[in-house]
């Protein structure tokens, strides 16, 4: 992913917004649609963003993974399970629950992984087997709790799933503090504006932390000796091996790194985004995550960059509804909502095939190592 | 002299024996990983407080009957078995076709939906269109034909991009299975929704009489497209084996740079497994149509694409495996209501054993540890990651 392939990607965003402010001008203010566009765009790309930098790991150690849908799907279901548990049963304050919840989350994410890590590194089972057991499994084990849990023999919420003691809140920027004193007595507009600026930096913290995360990634896996070693780990594992790195056990941590990102994606959904589980809630969401991997070129940032363009076609495809009555004649089409939510999967595609073209895995990607 | 020939008939028994083992080996540890998985399954369910026996023998009645339940019930167990188990086999066939090739078909769910959608257009649009009316044995293939041709261009479009633009397959089956949800949603909303005024369904109008199979037995749902979809399986098994093109299939999937210096026509291949593996996912559709529901109705073919998948890899991409695969597999979802009847255990569970057997089946190390089996030796390479 070169710089030119970013701009082409950030040309299409602003082509994707732009169009909207095109359309909704007529009954909304430019500035209103762009930052109501960047709030969705940025809450649909966490889950993703962090999913792809869980693939990433895993894959650039050599492992491939294809379970990031059940080890989300498994971390949502536990993080909400155990910040229930903190409340109504433990009675700790919601402030504590969500908190252990979101730590469950990242540690349910942490033993898919190490399941992920013992069946294909240590029994060197087929990798893809490996990751379709996680994605069958998480759904067999949250459905099943789900139902046994509440409605079970001797469960202690007898028959009834509780209230989530709630969500994660926005972290506030104070621009709005700092600023609004510039705008003069006389302009509610001009504090208006700001406010509406302000609410794309309230970010709640997952949100932040994914965003903080892709560089972070990006710097440990291109920078530091532990990204130099996981790299050789999963391009060549023999030449490794041979000058000292222990290729198990990097192939391990990474992996249950990228578990950790999978829980924390999981946490998203039922501890950051909405206080509730329901059976298959992440929805494919993994698969998407997986395609912004491939589409990234296996890097921290190119994945990100994927799920920001994923974002941006969700949030056309939400204001195309809002903005249904003012969408001139000519473009009728585009009232159709199933017509409007194919632009995300074809403009992938476009961009894919015609931009991007041959992505490249890492070499030892989805080879056992045997010594 | 009496001495030599007894040894010599000992050492024929011995050898005799040693090729029993060597030859039940590949049937003998997926059934002692079942029996793990199913062991497995009773802790959990006695840990929840269930009765073990109760829900096996539930599972058992209710996929294949049993005396106790009487013919009648027994026989209708045993057909909704086979219906489950139609469309999982042609599924399974197209995802581990595709495996064969090298390549990942992430995305039968949605060549099956489309498969689905021009089969029953099909089924109920053609003799309006031509004006006259078909006999079945014209309208009915063409209905599956259409179903069959309609998957096959949906995933050889995917092929192409791989072939021609190198687009990574995975990712354009995803994406190409988002966009055949939306497009059979906007379909079957609009200008195919069944016209009759009482229909608040998203589902399209029943196809005719000529373009619907006959039934292999009164009052039973089980069709002919299970025994179809028992030939296809032999027929890919022929495909892969007998064939030119199997041949040139089997060898791109091992290694594509060799199969270019071999003289094989790596694009052109590429492009046709993607097709016959979308054309059999669409087939899937096609006979859910004709066979069983003779219509289609949104959200009927949810999770099939990714069971796929998993059957697939159960049945180690060998077309018989396959079979073999989806009938444990329909087993045990349609056994799962009696199970749930009589001990109230979720029929989640179901989906907890069968990632158990694919755990086991894959790791077949665990399941010779605890058996005390020796292993062949021989690793079968059934993914390539990515390919690259």
Redesign the interface.
Same mark, same amino acid.
């Given at each position: 992913m070169d710089w030119k392939r970013f701009g082409f990607i950030a040309i299409i965003i602003v082509v994707l917004f732009g169009g909207v402010v095109a359309v909704g001008q007529a009954q909304q203010r430019p500035l209103l649609i762009v930052t109501s566009m960047l709030a969705t765009t940025i809450a649909v790309a966490t889950p993703l963003t962090l999913g792809a930098l869980s693939g990433v790991f895993c894959e650039r150690a050599g492992v491939?993974n294809i379970g990031i849908e059940g080890m989300m799907l498994a971390s949502a279901f536990f993080g909400w399970l155990a910040a229930i548990y903190m409340f109504h049963v433990f009675e700790y304050p919601t402030g504590i629950s969500i908190t252990v919840g979101a730590l469950f989350a990242i540690i349910t994410g942490m033993l898919m992984g190490l399941l992920h890590a013992v069946?294909s590194i240590t029994?060197?089972?087929? #990798?893809?087997?490996?990751g379709?057991?996680?994605?069958?499994?998480a759904?067999?084990?949250?459905?099943?709790l789900?139902? #046994?849990m509440f409605f079970?023999?001797?469960s202690v919420f007898e028959g009834s799933i509780p209230n989530s003691p709630g969500i994660l809140p926005a972290i506030h920027v104070p621009i709005t503090e700092i600023l609004s004193p510039l705008c003069g007595a006389n302009s509610p507009l001009c504090i208006e504006n700001i406010a509406a600026i302000n609410r794309v930096f309230d970010q709640k913290p997952i949100a932040l932390s994914a965003i903080i995360l892709v560089f972070v990634s990006h710097y440990v896996l291109f920078n530091t000796r532990w990204g130099l070693r996981t790299r050789a780990v999963g391009e060549h594992p023999k030449a490794a091996d041979t000058v000292g790195i222990n290729v198990i056990k990097m192939r391990y941590a990474n992996v249950l790194i990228g578990g950790a990102f999978a829980g924390l994606a999981g946490a998203y959904f039922t501890i950051e985004s909405v206080p509730s589980f329901e059976?298959l809630l992440t929805n494919?969401r993994g698969?998407?995550s997986?395609?912004a991997m491939?589409?990234g070129n296996w890097t921290p940032i190119g994945a990100w960059a994927a799920a920001l363009v994923f974002g941006a076609s969700s949030a056309l495809q939400i204001n195309m509804q809002i903005f249904r009555a003012v969408i001139p004649p000519h473009l009728a089409f585009l009232q #159709?909502s199933?017509?409007v939510?194919?632009i995300?999967?074809?403009l992938?595609?476009i961009i894919?095939?015609?931009i991007?073209?041959?992505?490249?895995?890492p070499?030892a990607?989805?080879?056992p190592y045997e010594k | 002299m009496q001495s030599e020939k007894q040894t010599n008939s000992l050492s024929k028994f011995t050898s005799s024996l040693k090729r029993f083992i060597e030859w039940i080996d590949p049937i003998l540890v997926p059934l002692l990983a079942i029996l793990t998985s199913m062991i497995v399954g009773g802790i959990?369910i006695k840990s929840?407080?269930g009765d073990p026996i109760l829900a096996y023998k539930g599972l058992l009645e209710g996929s294949f009957g049993s005396a106790e339940l009487g013919p009648v019930k027994s026989q209708r167990a045993m057909s909704e078995t086979a219906v489950w188990a139609t469309p999982y086999i042609f599924a399974g066939l197209a995802v581990a076709l595709a495996f064969k090739g090298g390549l990942?078909n992430?995305g039968a769910e949605g060549q099956l939906a489309l498969g689905a959608v021009f089969s029953s257009l099909i089924g109920y649009a053609l003799p309006g269109w031509l004006g006259v009316d078909l006999p079945t044995i014209i309208h009915l293939p063409l209905a599956i034909l259409g179903g069959l041709v309609m998957g096959g261009i949906w995933a050889g479009i995917v092929g192409a991009?791989k072939a021609y633009?190198?687009?990574?397959e995975?990712? $354009?089956t !995803? +994406? +190409? &299975?988002?966009?055949a949800l $939306?497009?059979t949603?906007?379909l079957l &909303?609009g200008v195919m929704k069944d016209p009759s005024p009482t229909n608040v369904i998203a589902r399209t109008p029943l196809i005719a009489e000529s373009a619907r199979f006959a039934p292999m037995f009164e009052g039973l749902r089980v069709h002919w497209g299970f025994v179809l979809a028992l030939f296809t399986a032999v027929f890919i098994w022929w495909l892969l084996n007998k064939t030119t093109l199997g041949f040139e299939i089997r060898t791109v999937g091992a290694n594509p740079d060799a199969a270019h210096y071999a003289g094989v026509n790596v694009k052109r291949t590429l492009i046709l497994t993607m097709f016959i593996s979308g054309a059999l996912a669409g087939m899937a559709g096609a006979i859910e149509v004709t066979g069983l529901n003779y219509r289609h109705e949104l959200g009927f073919s949810q999770g099939y694409g @990714?069971d796929a !998948?998993?059957i697939a890899?159960l049945g180690k991409s060998h077309p018989i495996g396959v079979v073999l695969a989806s009938i444990l597999f329909a087993a045990m979802r349609n056994g799962a209501t009696r199970m749930q009847f009589l001990t109230q255990m979720?029929?989640?569970?179901?989906? +907890?054993?069968?990632? @158990?057997i694919?755990?086991f089946v894959?790791?077949d190390? !665990?399941v010779r540890f605890i058996f005390h089996i020796k292993s062949t030796g021989e690793?079968v390479?059934?993914?390539?990651?990515?390919g690259?």
């Open positions: 491939v069946l029994f060197k089972v087929d #990798q893809i087997i490996g379709t057991v996680i994605n069958i499994l759904v067999g084990l949250t459905g099943f789900n139902r #046994q079970g023999k001797g059976p494919g698969f998407i997986l395609a491939i589409f #159709q199933y017509i939510g194919l995300p999967y074809i992938t595609m894919l095939t015609g991007i073209g041959k992505t490249t895995p070499a990607d989805g080879v | 959990i929840v407080g990942f992430i991009l633009t190198g687009g990574h995975v990712i $354009n !995803i +994406m +190409m &299975n988002y966009i $939306n497009s949603s906007f &909303n @990714f !998948i998993a890899l979720p029929v989640d569970l179901i989906s +907890m054993i069968q990632a @158990f694919l755990l894959a790791a190390a !665990i690793r390479v059934l993914t390539r990651g990515w690259g």
